[in-house]
Each structure stands twice: as C-alpha cells, then as structure tokens.
C-alpha cells in the first residue's frame, strides 16, 4: 500500500473512532510522524494533504523543515527536547508536545519571547509508571496535588501558551491493555483544569499507530501517528 493510501485509511478510521464515541471527527486532529523517513516519503504524505507533521529530533527536523518551507506545514515537537537545544525548537517548531521539566518551559519561553511568538505547548506526563519513558511523574493521583503545585510557575511563563497534555503509552500487544493510561490523562487534564481554571486545557496529545482509536475514544485531539502511515521507519 502507497503512502497517501495509508494516509486516507488512517483518517477513516480516526472519524469512525471519533463518532463511535459520539465526537466530532473534526474534533481530533491527525499528527503524521515522519521521523526516520526521508524527505521524498514526507512529500508524499503532503501531496495526500497531511498538514500536521511530528519529528522527534531536532537535527533530523530541520532539513526537511527547510526544504518543505514552501508548504503550508505545522510542525510538531514531539520528542524529547535537550535544554541546550530549546532555541531552535522554539523558532522552528509550531508546537512542542514534550514539555517535561522547568527549566525547559523557562528556556522555550525565553526564545519564543526573543523571536516575538508565544509557542503553544503540551506537558508530557508520564501516567503510565513506566520507567523509561520521560515526562512528570503522575502515575500516581495522589501526587496530583504536588505536582499542579510543581507546575505553577511554569504557566506563569509569559511566551508559553500552555495548552493540555501529552503521554506516551507503553507498548503492548492488544490496545485496550493502555485504555485506563488515557483515561487517566484526561482525568489529570480535568484536575489540572479545575485547579487552574484560567487557561483553556483543550489538548491531549496520545495515541499512536497500535492504540489511536482507543485514545480517540477516550478523548484524544492530538494522535501522532506514524508506522500506519508512513511504514517501517528506516533511520
Ligand atoms: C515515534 C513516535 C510516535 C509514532 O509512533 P508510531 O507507532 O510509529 O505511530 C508517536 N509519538 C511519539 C512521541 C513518538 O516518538
């Protein structure tokens, strides 16, 4: 199956997972994950009409960021971000969803603020306990309290639009095993809601190529999908 093909049929399935759970197709916005593919196989899924395209690694994002420069793209940042790397994340990305610590939020705020934007950004969190994966550490509803304290400052930070939540799911065999991983991003996403009424905590950024219609069901509006798309990733 081509590339654009895949494309369609990922975006079928998004709008029937959308509707099976009484949403708005629309209400869920489709990342296409290109990292490890090159150049040509992303023209192609811009050809199919992908306008939202996710990379993980800075050095890998920014060449095909500038060959594509022509093309109306919005460019997720959904990979772990080093802090000395924070400058041109915030100048060449439209979005960062791996926001994962202070000091990061600090740095991205400063730079966007230099290049006179204000960046709209995810805080990834890790609901899972996983140990590998990145993101703060809220597995556990009763730290929920410490941590919505933990993040005061950073959604004081005067260039960063904070704008919801992002986790990663651990693999498995069969999706429903990740289901309450979700549910309890959005259960966090509502506590952090009602904790900080000001800001609008519209995103949750999860699900991926095994497990999007799961995450569609409980509540996603970012899935960030790539192997269903794009195929196996070469680099
Ligand atoms: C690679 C990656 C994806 C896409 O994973 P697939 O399983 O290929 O769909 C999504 N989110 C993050 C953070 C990733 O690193």
Redesign the pocket.
């Known amino acids: 199956m081509s590339i654009p093909t895949r494309y369609h049929l990922v975006l079928d399935r998004i709008a029937r997972a959308a509707r099976r759970a009484g949403r708005r197709p629309e209400a869920v916005q489709l ?1 296409v ?1 290109t ?2 593919h090159p150049l040509e196989a992303v023209r192609q899924v811009v050809e199919a009409g992908a306008r939202h395209l ?1 990379e ?1 690694y800075l050095e890998e994002a920014l060449p095909k960021i500038e060959a594509l420069g022509d093309e109306p793209l919005i460019w997720h940042m ?2 772990h971000v080093q802090s000395r790397k924070a400058r041109p994340v915030a100048e060449h990305f439209a979005w960062v ?2 926001v994962d610590r202070l000091k990061l939020a600090r740095r991205l705020s400063a730079f966007a603020a230099e290049s006179g934007r204000t960046l709209p950004v995810l805080l ?1 969190c890790n609901v899972s306990g996983e140990e590998s994966k990145f993101g703060w550490p809220a597995w556990d509803e009763r730290a929920w309290p410490a941590l919505a304290d933990e993040l005061a400052p950073l959604l004081e930070l005067p260039a960063l639009d904070v704008r919801g939540l ?1 986790t ?1 799911a651990p ?1 498995v065999d069969d999706p429903e095993e990740v289901r309450p991983v979700f549910r309890r991003l959005r259960s966090l996403r509502d506590f952090l809601a009602r904790r900080f009424p000001r800001l609008p905590w519209e995103h949750l ?1 999860m699900g ?3 497990d ?1 219609e799961v995450a569609i069901e409980e509540g996603a509006t970012f899935v ?7 195929g196996p ?1 070469r680099g």
């Not at 960030?224 to 794009?230: E, H, K, L």
Request: glycine share 18%; no cysteine.
């Open positions: 990342v994950v990292k490890g996710g993980n959904i990979g969803h791996s990834e992002m990663m693999f950024s991926m190529s095994g999007f960030r999908v790539g192997t269903a798309i794009m990733r």
